[in-house]
């Protein structure tokens, strides 16, 4: 079936750092792929999305580039704040039959310090 | 996009109680669906709630525990019955739109005791 793995967390950074979530797949067909973020004590929130290979999603300063032959698709922002702190979830849309639903990875926790 | 408001946002609730939680969109959506969150973990998809028909569940999940109903393109409620402590997680409600992926709502963090 689909899967999603993401890098073991959790990540600590210091603020202006260079962040790099890792974020792999496996899945039939061509999935579509998606970044979501969860601030403590809310919903999740769509940070980026990517339909295709090679596709680049952006948002915020966060990108992530559909790499078909390594089937990965990793966050990355060249200088976080302290109000990135979150986790960060990679997901993937099988399309097809599963008619919208997700499949998500375990998520990582970013922390930024000052 | 698509606003979704979830309620109640949190709740305390004995064992044995039954929860229901609400979910509202702010504009017709193609799909919704309900997640659980354990603790510390990831999304897990509970069912895909049917406008007009029976929800399907994913394995694992059945009727009897969560009943689910959307009697409409925009309103869904997901019912925890007969709760337990197992049962103390994060629900979320999510809608999908053509081509604009998938939005969630505030979620309802639920603690039984």
């Known amino acids: 079936g689909d899967s999603v793995t993401q890098m073991e967390g959790p990540v600590t950074l210091s603020e202006e750092a260079f962040l790099t979530i890792n974020c792999t797949y496996t899945?039939?067909?061509?999935?579509?792929l998606f970044w979501y973020v969860q601030y403590p004590g809310e919903g999740l929130q769509l940070l980026l999305k990517?339909?295709?290979?090679?596709d680049k999603g952006s948002n915020k300063g966060f990108e992530a580039t559909y790499r078909k032959e390594t089937t990965s698709f990793h966050l990355e922002k060249g200088s976080v704040q302290v109000s990135d702190s979150a986790v960060y979830f990679c997901?993937?849309?099988?399309?097809?039959?599963?008619?919208?639903?997700?499949?998500f990875g375990q998520g990582t926790i970013l922390t930024v310090h000052p | 996009s698509a606003v979704i408001s979830q309620k109640p946002s949190r709740d305390i609730c004995q064992r044995g109680t039954s929860l229901t939680i609400q979910c509202q969109v702010d504009?017709?959506?193609?799909?919704m669906f309900w997640y659980r969150q354990q603790p510390g973990q990831s999304l897990t998809l509970i069912a895909t709630?049917?406008?007009?028909?029976?929800?399907?569940?994913e394995s694992g999940f059945v009727i009897d525990k969560f009943p689910i109903s959307r009697p409409n393109l925009t309103f869904s409620t997901l019912t925890v019955s007969n709760m337990s402590p197992e049962d103390s997680s994060i629900y979320l409600c999510?809608?999908?739109?053509?081509?604009?992926?998938?939005?969630f709502g505030q979620g309802t963090r639920l603690t039984v005791v």
């Open positions: 990517a339909t295709k290979a090679d």
């Open positions: 504009s017709q959506v193609t799909m």
């Open positions: 999510s809608a999908t739109t053509t081509g604009s992926g998938a939005f």
């Open positions: 997901a993937l849309y099988a399309g097809g039959t599963s008619y919208g639903k997700l499949t």
């Open positions: 899945a039939t067909g061509y999935p579509s």
């Open positions: 709630a049917n406008q007009g028909s029976e929800a399907t569940y």
